[in-house]
Nanobody, 123 residues
Framework: QVQLVESGGGLVQAGGSLRLSCAASGRTFSSYAMGWFRQAPGKEREFVAAISWSGGSTYYADSVKGRFTISRDNAKNTVYLQMNSLKPEDTAVYYC????????????????WGQGTQVTVSS
């Protein structure tokens, strides 16, 4: 079992930055690929970014490529999402998830989910 707790969300102006963190419980964190997803009001949850268990591979949605950076610290059981140049369309609840890394861009590729953290970008 892996429990995930996100933090770092908040209200920011367009063009600003936020860093989300996701703290994981359990000794097997380093064996999981980690992903970030988001869900805006009235929309389906969508993939944002993912990172392999070692951190050696990263994946991004086209909409955030060049603006967001995913990273992880296995010693701290934590994955991060650095979000720069934020836009109003980035407003959503952001979720982190842990999975075996077979389908990093899809919901069904993840076994464990956090409760989400709200990010609001004002124009």
């Amino acid at each position: 079992q892996v429990q995930l707790v996100e933090s770092g969300g908040g209200l920011v102006q367009a063009g600003g930055s936020l860093r989300l963190s996701c703290a994981a419980s359990g000794r097997t964190f380093s064996s999981y690929a980690m992903g970030w997803f988001r869900q805006a009001p009235g929309k389906e949850r969508e993939f944002v970014a993912a990172i392999s268990w070692s951190g050696g591979s990263t994946y991004y949605a086209d909409s955030v490529k060049g603006r967001f950076t995913i990273s992880r610290d296995n010693a701290k059981n934590t994955v991060y999402l650095q979000m720069n140049s934020l836009k109003p369309e980035d407003t959503a609840v952001y979720y982190c998830a842990a999975g075996r890394g077979l389908r990093v861009g899809a919901d069904d590729g993840y076994d464990y989910w956090g409760q989400g953290t709200q990010v609001t970008v004002s124009s």
